[in-house]
């Protein structure tokens, strides 16, 4: 799920969700509805979103993602010495962590 700051920045800025939309050709209503995480912006619009907050696009979003345990990841452990490289299902990993 993609999450953000735009709420938190957008106010630091002192910018109403109007003000920020005519900076970047959107309407309140699309401000609003990405702040609430229910609009996923595209991409040119999150560049020019964190542009116009002078912020990098990475501090303004990211992804959250719920970690799946019943998934085949795959945690790679590189040892220094001797150079040998270890697979291991994530939630072996885990298991060996503690």
Do not use: C
């Amino acid at each position: 799920m993609l999450k953000n700051a735009l709420k938190k920045n957008r106010i630091t800025h002192e910018l109403t969700q109007s003000e920020l939309g005519s900076r970047v050709g959107v309407t309140r209503q699309t401000i609003a509805f990405i702040e609430k995480s229910e609009f996923a912006p595209s991409v040119t619009l999150a560049l020019k979103l964190a542009a116009a907050l002078n912020i990098p696009i990475n501090e303004l979003f990211w992804l959250e993602e719920k970690l799946n345990t019943t998934s085949y990841d795959v945690v790679f452990i590189v040892h220094s010495y001797p150079a040998t490289l270890s697979f291991y299902r994530f939630d072996q990993a885990l298991r060996n962590e503690r």
